[in-house]
T-cell receptor, first 110, second 114 residues
Framework: DAKTTQPNSMESNEEEPVHLPCNHSTISGTDYIHWYRQLPSQGPEYVIHGLTSNVNNRMASLAIAEDRKSSTLILHRATLRDAAVYYC???????????FGKGTHLIIQP | NAGVTQTPKFQVLKTGQSMTLQCAQDMNHNSMYWYRQDPGMGLRLIYYSASEGTTDKGEVPNGYNVSRLNKREFSLRLESAAPSQTSVYFCAGHQGLLRTGELFFGEGSRLTVL
């Protein structure tokens, strides 16, 4: 499976935008880019996914580089509830489950 | 809709004891999974079931067995618990293709083996 690289932790202020980077230089053409997050003491939850084009949903936006070797999860206006570990995961056809790395621990300051 | 429900939420075992973690979903998931998460780590796949009646090993299957009882239920059994199995266990499921869909997780079962 292609590997992703994320910063161990990031800090941001409440009500400001947050840009969470992910590098995936060995991504293959059919790999989808998924983001999940895990709030404290909870199971992971889906955030967003994309293949080539940028994507928006009610939770976040996903910006995918033109060469697909990196992507950025954008939280437009962080709240304290967004403090979590964010996982960037590549999923290919026929994948059996998700492979989680250590993710980025996002800290939100009031 | 209850979603993905795990029981028990907490359990303490002594080394050598056995127990079963239960998972049930009411979201019509074809595929179901069991993961474990150790402190400060990402989740690791133990076993999965792509459909009713089938099960396959994941990354860390040793010491565990699973049963896909029906489409709704997927249980994880520890036959002889060891301290190394102290962890938080998550059940998950999805419908359709994983790469274009969404994996739904339960709230977790925290297991301590003394």
């Amino acid at each position: 499976d292609a590997k992703t690289t994320q910063p161990n932790s990031m800090e941001s202020n409440e009500e400001e935008p947050v840009h969470l980077p992910c590098n995936h230089s060995t991504i293959s053409g059919t790999d989808y880019i998924h983001w999940y997050r895990q709030l404290p003491s909870q199971g992971p939850e889906y955030v967003i996914h994309g293949l080539t084009s940028n994507v928006n949903n009610r939770m976040a936006s996903l910006a995918i580089a033109e060469d697909r070797k990196s992507s950025t999860l954008i939280l437009h206006r962080a709240t304290l509830r967004d403090a979590a570990v964010y996982y960037c995961i590549l999923i290919r056809g026929g994948a059996d489950g998700l492979t989680f790395g250590k993710g980025t621990h996002l800290i939100i300051q009031p | 809709n209850a979603g993905v429900t795990q029981t028990p939420k907490f359990q303490v075992l002594k080394t050598g004891q056995s127990m079963t973690l239960q998972c049930a979903q009411d979201m019509n998931h074809n595929s179901m999974y069991w993961y474990r998460q150790d402190p400060g780590m990402g989740l690791r796949l133990i076993y999965y079931s792509a459909s009713e009646g089938t099960t396959d090993k994941g990354e860390v299957p040793n010491g565990y067995n699973v049963s896909r009882l029906n489409k709704r239920e997927f249980s994880l059994r520890l036959e002889s618990a060891a301290p190394s199995q102290t962890s938080v266990y998550f059940c998950a499921g999805h419908q359709g293709l994983l790469r274009t869909g969404e994996l739904f997780f339960g709230e977790g079962s925290r297991l301590t083996v003394l």
